[in-house]
């Protein structure tokens, strides 16, 4: 078994926790020595994650590790947001983290204060995690990066990704005809708050009533035609209306003429979205998948769901024997309509095949 996953927690962040996750990992993947080990640190690391690495790399004899610090951290088998734990990915041969070549998907990672747009969108097409608040850490290669970047891609293995954005549309999308900053002033013909209202079931109209913290504004990307069908969106949360002006602002700066949509973050809508595109990701290959990574905004974690950790529950379900590792962040990077995006409330899933010449090879 060339890759194995495992989790280690305590009440304190210990090094140790490190050094756990990878030796229990190994004992799972029947390997002495990995190629390479992703390991993700909950936020109690984030202060000084460099002795968890040496602690890592000395019981990995590797170091080709790389990772950040979350604000939470996962595998298939357990989940972890309310203490200190250390996940780790041990892979042997073939597979190897190579630095990234701006052809294959780029797993990148970030920490916030990292972010830089044209960088974002450059680098060919990425897919990845924003770490966390500011003072998250990134590291490759068993280095802090100083930059606050990680740009790495997989080799013996081809990856499949999808992204999740968990939201039920409530109206067709339509242009955005006015509007200053983010406050949205009109949409078609009529007011952007007499849109919004219109869109929602007549319990929750009133503007005294209206559920904030789960309404957003997508933005379509690309030609609106089947837009919504195939994912060309992303999302804005609503942050307040103005009954007096008709107006709902954003936490954004759309353009007008772009075409917007109402939509409700919707735990139903989200699972079933999450089933489809786990059953569209696996459905050309027999066997499963060599590993996987997913990485789930925060709040789209057990909080939303219930308690319940649904994303997680559904992989598990669909890929039973599959490795699984990832860690919640605060933005989630995916490919989408040719260009790389930065996303919200959002889980993007990796999934890893062999190659189609490393399969025939075989």
């Known amino acids: 078994m060339p890759a194995a996953t495992a989790l280690a927690r305590a009440p304190h962040a210990r090094p140790e926790l ?3 996750a990878v030796r229990i990992a190994l004992d799972k993947a029947g390997l002495d020595h ?55 990915l041990v892979l042997g041969e073939p597979f190897r983290l190579l630095a990234a070549d701006g052809l294959a998907p780029t797993l990148t990672l970030a920490a916030t204060d990292a972010l830089d747009w044209h960088w974002l969108a450059g680098g060919g097409p990425r897919y990845g995690v924003v770490a966390g608040e500011q003072g998250h850490q990134v590291w490759q290669a ?36 006015g509007v200053h900053g983010g406050e949205l002033l009109t949409l078609g013909r009529q007011s952007a708050l007499s849109e919004l209202t219109r869109a929602l079931p007549l319990g929750v109209r009133a503007p005294q009533r209206l559920p904030l913290h789960h309404l957003m504004l997508g933005v379509l990307y690309g030609a609106p035609e089947h837009a919504l069908e195939e994912g060309r969106y992303h999302l804005l949360p609503v942050l307040a209306v103005n009954p007096t002006r008709r107006s709902v602002t954003v936490a954004g700066s759309p353009r007008r003429g772009e075409h917007v949509f109402w939509a409700l973050r919707e735990p139903r809508a989200a699972e079933y979205e999450m ?23 925060v709040g789209r974690g057990p909080a939303f769901y219930g308690g319940d950790e649904r994303d997680i529950q559904q992989f598990v379900r669909h890929c039973p024997d599959t490795p699984l590792i990832g860690c919640y962040g605060y933005g989630e990077i995916a490919h989408l309509d040719g260009a790389n995006h930065l996303l919200q409330y959002s889980t993007v899933l990796a999934v890893y095949y062999d190659e189609p010449f490393a399969a025939a090879a075989a």
């Not at 890592?56 to 203490?83: K, M, N, P, S, Y």
């Not at 997989?154 to 999740?164: C, D, N």
């Not at 059953?279 to 290959?285: F, S």
């Open 18 to 20: 490190a050094a756990d």
């Open 142 to 177: 068993a280095r802090l990066q100083a930059s606050g970047r990680c740009e790495l891609r997989f080799s013996g293995v081809q990856a499949h990704i999808g992204v999740s954005q968990g939201v039920r549309p409530l109206s067709a999308p339509q242009p955005l005809t």
């Open 275 to 297: 089933r489809r595109i786990i059953e569209r990701l696996t459905a050309e290959h027999l066997d499963e998948p060599r590993f996987a990574l997913m990485f789930p905004c």
């Open 34 to 88: 990995p190629q390479a080990v992703l390991l993700f640190l909950s936020r109690e690391f984030a202060h000084d994650p460099a002795p968890a690495l040496t602690a890592a790399a000395r019981t990995a004899q590797c170091l080709q590790i790389a990772g950040c610090t979350a604000a939470g951290v996962f595998t298939e088998e357990e989940w972890v947001l309310d203490g200190p734990a250390a996940a780790a």
